[in-house]
């Protein structure tokens, strides 16, 4: 079993920052990939970020591109996701999530991921 524990998040003014993190307990010795996706209400899940825990090659979405950076502190199984130049629309809940596999792939399917944190909200206003 693996268990992804969220913080972070809350209200914050467009153009505004905020970090979320995400730590990870559990059997994760094996290969894996730590995503981070979003869901606004009526909406899809949305692929935001994911970060290969062995080499650290990242994807981010088309919409984050360039505003998120996401990263990983290895001592503290621990990812996180800056969130800069923040948006109306970048307002969602944001969830963060585990794939075990020794693809070397980042894959941005969220059906692909085997464990999901409890979510946080991210609210950003106009």
């Known amino acids: 079993q693996v268990q992804l524990v969220q913080s972070g998040g809350g209200l914050v003014q467009a153009g505004g920052s905020l970090r979320l993190s995400c730590a990870a307990s559990?059997?994760?010795?094996?290969?894996?990939?730590l995503g981070w996706f979003r869901q606004a209400p009526g909406k899809e899940r949305e692929f935001v970020a994911a970060i290969r825990w062995s080499g650290g090659s990242t994807a981010y979405g088309d919409s984050v591109k360039g505003r998120f950076t996401i990263s990983r502190d290895n001592d503290k199984n621990t990812v996180y996701l800056q969130m800069n130049s923040l948006k109306s629309e970048d307002t969602a809940v944001y969830y963060c999530?585990?794939?075990?596999?020794?693809?070397?792939?980042?894959?941005?399917?969220?059906?692909?991921?085997?464990?999901w944190g409890q979510g946080t909200q991210v609210t950003v206003s106009s």
């Open positions: 559990g059997r994760t010795s094996r290969p894996y990939t």
């Open positions: 999530a585990v794939r075990f596999s020794t693809s070397p792939v980042v894959t941005t399917t969220p059906n692909s991921y085997d464990y």
